[in-house]
């Protein structure tokens, strides 16, 4: 038993009604929050998600034992009228994740998405992928591939995210087995999740199903390239995209058996005398264990499946969940999880604006979001969502992400900017800030699948800079190329350059192995740094030569977390290069660097100047203009 205690508004007759309640073991809540008085309530009245009112309090819970001053934070979801005819059912709950009362609710997310949703459901094309499994009408078990152009322009089809595991695909389209599958596929030899999808989409009334496997020819490297550079086309126009959310292999399959009270929230009453309310108690991280802790969230290639579909029905361990550009809901909340329980804004704040910005054919509309965000704001956030991810293939790291940016490229700018490995043409001086801080784990950098200067050539999760108004540039770009190594224009790419007129100055790294010190300069004009692959450079070395390029002046969100600064300072960010090994003259990003305060500033731009006054016979290439600020032409690789 705990004691629930809830400290009331102001304003009310009692400060603190209590209810004896029972919480659920299953919801694995962990007492780590210190001993504290319970906070007040905050009304708010939400009506997003669905018709509820909710009333949410963060509270604390208090074992009455030998524990009781081991309180836990929890959060209380109270449904008020009209509001509680939505209140989750006992007889509705099944013991299977997936029966016909859990697809009914399904098929009527579906619908109210389709009919109700018009920025989840805009889309210029009458796209049509190159071939769909299709599902006989009589019996799931007719299974046969067909052509996309052939099927009814007005008949729509599934699309599936799975984890393949490490066991061997049983069944896969081959090239000696294309022609035979045209007629049949045995739906028998099919590994559990394939089946379990292909049943739902026959209960969820569909006839055709995209899956990777069955519908891209495995042993065909033409056909792979090809189809991958369809993919964001062919789950920006599937009507739902099934989600094996909790398999961590297509054996294990879609349905699991659950305890029917484990998704129901706690009713009970809290308060005193006549001023009694009506409390669901429920597990407030319903989404962080049902969708982001799951297997398949951490799969590069399901970041881009993800945000791309119109909505997301995910089959997880306990429930379903469902996920679009409008509604985010789940069994227990089916007409919306509480704003006041998304501890999860992340992806549903890119999900929300993705649809905006990728499925409506004028763009995104940014006065129809609270929260809206610039074009190449969105673009930074889902970068930094897509590198946390895991690949199995490195050399997919740009393949992976090359659907969204194909159906960004149109919608980027009003010109249609170019795409370079990652980075988009108009705000390219600032996303070449990004900074790996947890790259530290990785010893030394991947084989070669990007230039130095894009975040695609690293492992592990990056941070983009953050681009202002505020920031003035400090370098100009005078050209960038890629090499592609198929005609993808998103895809792989095997080599690249940017070449930039810059300010320069050479500097050490300090025995402390953060900061930098310009050579040419008298005073320490340390700046502090930020290393892709420390592990790779000669930090030991104090007579090792790094060059400083600064990139723009302002305000940056970049800066390594060790340094507290005055938001009064100015700053200066750049980036810390190194001569290429080859003598070639090119050089190569090692990381990035920022300025420490006014007098830094002011010492690293002193410092260019001096490097540019005195740099005949330094062997870099100097600009017409070497005397003045941009003193360097750079190729950086």
């Not at 090692?590 to 740099?615: H, K, M, P, Q, Y």
Request: aromatic content about 10%; some cysteine; glycine content about 8%.
């Amino acid at each position: 038993m705990v004691t629930v205690w809830v400290r009331q508004p102001r304003g009310s007759k009692t400060d603190r009604p209590k209810a004896v309640v029972s919480v659920r073991s299953s919801w694995g809540l962990h007492s780590d929050i210190p001993s504290q008085e319970p906070g007040p309530i905050h009304r708010n009245s939400m009506n997003k998600g669905g018709s509820a009112e909710y009333l949410d309090a963060i509270v604390s819970i208090a074992s009455e034992g030998p524990d009781f001053e081991n309180r836990l934070q929890f959060m209380l979801a109270v449904l008020k009228p009209p509001a509680l005819q939505f209140a989750p059912k006992d007889n509705l709950v099944e013991r299977l994740t997936v029966s016909e009362e859990s697809l009914g609710l399904a098929r009527k997310w579906i619908d109210d998405c389709r009919v109700k949703h018009v920025s989840c459901r805009e889309k210029s094309t009458a796209f049509r992928p190159t071939r769909l499994v299709s599902i006989g009408v009589d019996h799931v078990e007719q299974l046969r591939l067909c052509m996309g152009e052939d099927i009814d322009p007005d008949a729509s089809y599934f699309t599936f995210s799975h984890c393949w595991g490490t066991e061997p695909m049983p069944e896969r389209l081959l090239k000696e087995n294309i022609q035979s599958r045209f007629s049949h596929i045995d739906y028998n030899k099919l590994p559990l999740n394939f089946q379990d999808a292909i049943s739902a989409v026959k209960q969820l009334g569909g006839r055709y199903l995209w899956v990777d496997s069955l519908c891209i020819v495995q042993d065909s490297m033409e056909d792979w390239q090809h189809e991958s550079g369809l993919m964001g086309q062919v789950y920006l126009n599937g009507c739902c995209n099934l989600s094996a959310i909790a398999s961590e292999s297509s054996s294990v399959g879609m349905v699991f058996e659950r305890d029917p009270l484990d998704i129901l929230p706690f009713r009970t009453t809290i308060g005193v005398e006549h001023n009694e309310e009506v409390v669901y108690i429920c597990d407030p991280s319903i989404w962080q264990k049902g969708v982001d802790d799951s297997p398949l969230i951490e799969r590069a290639w399901v970041c881009q499946e993800r945000l791309l579909s119109a909505c997301n029905l995910h089959f997880g361990k306990t429930q379903l969940l469902w996920e679009c550009g409008t509604l985010t809901a789940s069994e227990t909340f089916p007409q919306g999880i509480p704003f006041q329980l998304q501890e999860f804004r992340a992806r549903p704040l890119i999900k929300r604006n993705g649809s905006q910005f990728l499925r409506s054919p004028s763009g995104p509309n940014t006065q129809s979001l609270d929260d809206a965000l610039h074009p190449i704001q969105l673009w930074d956030k889902t970068v930094e969502l897509y590198s946390k991810c895991q690949l199995t293939y490195g050399s997919d790291k740009l393949l992976a992400i090359a659907g969204l940016a194909a159906i960004s490229h149109d919608k980027f700018t009003q010109n249609g900017g170019k795409y370079f490995a990652g980075l988009w043409q108009e705000y390219l001086q600032y996303q070449l800030l990004w900074s790996g801080s947890a790259l530290s784990r990785y010893p030394t950098r991947p084989a070669y699948r990007a230039p130095t200067w894009s975040w695609a050539s690293v492992d592990g999760p990056v941070t983009m800079h953050e681009t202002t108004s505020l920031c003035t540039s400090l370098m100009e770009i005078i050209d960038t190329h890629v090499d592609l190594v198929s005609k993808n224009p998103y895809g792989q790419v095997k080599g690249g350059y940017i070449r930039v007129k810059c300010a320069l100055t050479p500097a050490r790294v300090d025995h402390f192995k953060e900061f930098l010190a310009p050579t040419v300069f008298k005073r320490k004009a340390a700046v502090l740094c930020s290393w892709d692959y420390p592990a790779e450079l000669n930090l030991g070395d104090e007579s090792e030569i790094f060059y400083l390029l600064p990139v723009c002046a302002g305000t940056s969100s970049a800066k390594p977390e060790s340094h507290q600064r005055s938001e009064r300072d100015h700053t200066l960010t750049g980036l810390i290069l190194a001569k290429a090994k080859d003598n070639s003259g090119d050089f190569t990003r090692c990381g990035i660097f920022e300025s420490l305060d006014d007098d830094g500033v002011g010492d690293l731009t002193e410092s260019c100047r001096l490097f540019a006054n005195d740099a005949v016979g330094s062997g870099l290439t100097l600009s017409d203009e070497y005397r003045g600020g941009m003193g360097f032409v750079v190729r950086i690789i």
